[in-house]
């Protein structure tokens, strides 16, 4: 059973650590298939690591300023806009003015973009099914409960502290 006085407790160090040794060693046996998958749709699709990275980041955030794309690519703004450039001239991403400052752009995926990455993730996925697929089901149902968790605790954000709060 859970003590619960540390359910909201911050992770031990060696708990971060065992489940980054477990990630990592995850990653070694998987990485190669990923990366063989990812390798083969930005030849695919002519596209370079930079825009593939500016299309799944207009993807989760769209529309977006070249600013913001700038920072989620981590380019320089000149590149960034010659990077919209080549995705707009390729039918992959559109621009428009924002209503509301005209000389700031806004970059959204087309849906040939949204195509291009739907591709792509199809094949990061299938990497894992295969490795998963020789893996008892039992193992796999606790393995998907844990993600599942994980995915939680990750996006609800950080965990209010417990016990009586002081009002100044």
């Known amino acids: 059973m859970t003590d619960p006085t540390q359910a909201n407790a911050p ?11 477990a990630m990592r060693e995850l990653h070694r046996l ?17 596209l370079t ?6 299309l799944h980041g207009l993807r989760a955030g769209a529309p977006l300023t070249v600013s913001a794309l700038a920072a989620h690519t981590r380019l320089s703004l000149p590149a960034t806009s010659h990077l919209v450039e080549r995705l707009v001239r390729r039918g992959l991403a559109e621009r ?11 970059v959204a995926p087309t849906a040939a973009g ?3 990455v ?10 894992y099914a295969a490795a998963f697929q020789p893996v008892r089901p039992p193992v796999l149902r606790a393995a998907a409960d844990a993600v599942q968790a994980l995915i939680a605790e990750i996006t609800a954000g950080p965990t209010p502290p ?3 709060q002081e009002t100044p």
């Open 114 to 116: 949204l195509a291009v």
């Open 11 to 21: 992770p031990a160090p060696d708990d971060t650590a065992r489940l980054t040794r």
């Open 96 to 106: 428009r003015e924002n209503p509301e400052n005209r000389r700031e752009k806004f």
């Open 49 to 54: 690591f930079a825009q593939m990275t500016a």
């Open 118 to 127: 739907s591709r792509m993730d199809a094949r990061f996925v299938g990497a």
């Open 162 to 164: 417990s016990g009586p």
């Open 30 to 46: 998987i990485g190669t298939e990923v990366l063989r998958g990812m390798q083969g749709g930005l030849q695919d699709h002519d």
